[in-house]
């Protein structure tokens, strides 16, 4: 199973885009990449995912690197309510965590 | 559309009590996940069902830790006896299937043991 590299924390302005970086160099083929975040005190809530093209929702956009080797998750604008940890999973047998990237946007 | 429901909210119980953590998942779902988080890590999956069948329980600490999902939708999941170790906050999620890694998350349970 692929494990994932984050940063351990990063800020960004707020209205500011925020790129969180994700480093899964070991994916294989048939792996997604999946990404979470979680707001303190809450439950982890799903964002994204994408196996090779990039991804674009309401949340957030995904670019995977062509060789699958690394991601990076888009926060367009920021605001302060996006400070939370943000997961980047690569699935396989087992969907893990991590200890993920903590986001704090700063007024 | 309700999402995941837990309860409790919060247990504090003695080392060597036994504690039961309920969940009840989001109407149509059909895969049950348990998380273990400790201060400071990301989830750790405890076990995953799908319908009333485990699926994954391989880090499930099988001396301590018991879950079920008998009719398919509810689930509890019950340590006994408790250890120090175990303070942490337990998560259940739920997905339509097991081919789906979209999660949606309960707020937790947050267990400390004294």
């Known amino acids: 199973d692929a494990k994932t590299t984050q940063p351990t924390s990063m800020d960004c302005a707020e209205g500011r885009a925020a790129n969180l970086p994700c480093n899964h160099s070991t994916i294989s083929g048939n792996e997604y990449v999946y990404w979470y975040r979680q707001i303190h005190s809450q439950g982890p809530q799903y964002i994204i995912h994408g196996l090779k093209n990039n991804e674009t929702n309401e949340m957030a956009s995904l670019i995977i690197t062509e060789d699958r080797k690394s991601s990076t998750l888009i926060l367009p604008h920021a605001t302060l309510r996006d400070t939370a940890v943000y997961y980047c999973i690569a699935t396989g047998n087992q969907f893990y965590f991590g200890t993920g990237t903590s986001l704090t946007v700063i007024p | 559309e309700a999402g995941v429901a837990q309860s409790p909210r919060y247990k504090i119980i003695e080392k060597r009590q036994s504690v039961a953590f309920w969940c009840n998942p989001i109407?149509?779902?059909?895969?049950l996940y348990w998380y273990q988080q400790i201060l400071g890590q990301g989830p750790k999956l405890l076990i995953q069902?799908?319908?009333?069948?485990?699926?994954?329980d391989s880090q499930l600490p099988k001396d301590r830790f018991s879950a079920e999902r008998l009719k398919g939708v509810d689930s509890t999941l019950k340590i006994q006896p408790a250890k120090l170790e175990d303070s942490a906050v337990y998560l259940c999620a739920s997905s339509l299937n097991t081919r789906s890694y979209e999660q949606y998350f309960g707020p937790g349970t947050r267990l400390t043991v004294t």
């Open positions: 109407s149509g779902h059909a895969t």
């Open positions: 069902f799908q319908n009333n069948g485990v699926v994954d």
